[in-house]
């Protein structure tokens, strides 16, 4: 059974960092695209990045470029997210998700983790 598990997330304050970890189990997942994405209280799931199997690819929401950055250890079937710079708007609840398409659309992703939060104070 394919189980990704965040961790990392936490209360902070502006202008702080946090690591989020996934770590994902069940299956090897070398071949497949890795993301984050968050859900702010009252908001829709937005897309935060991406990295690709090899993990030479990147994509980021514009609201993260340049303070957040996304890696992956394949040895260890474990995602990162360096998230720096933060702000009170980047409070949320953190998912990672892994699936076979390189993207920002999270139906392009099969399997998700069960979230964790991060809060940023002001």
């Known amino acids: 059974q394919v189980q990704l598990v965040e961790s990392g997330g936490g209360l902070v304050q502006a202008g702080d960092s946090l690591r989020l970890s996934c770590a994902a189990s069940?299956?090897?997942?070398?071949?497949?695209?890795m993301a984050w994405f968050r859900q702010a209280p009252g908001k829709e799931r937005g897309f935060v990045a991406a990295i690709r199997w090899s993990g030479y690819n990147t994509l980021y929401a514009d609201s993260v470029k340049g303070r957040f950055t996304i890696s992956r250890d394949n040895a260890k079937n474990t995602m990162y997210l360096q998230m720096n710079s933060l702000k009170p708007e980047d409070t949320a609840v953190y998912y990672c998700?892994?699936?076979?398409?390189?993207?920002?659309?999270?139906?392009?992703?099969?399997?998700w983790g069960q979230g964790t939060q991060v809060t940023v104070s002001s």
């Open positions: 998700a892994v699936g076979p398409i390189y993207g920002s659309s999270w139906p392009s992703y099969t399997y």
């Open positions: 069940g299956r090897t997942f070398s071949a497949y695209a």
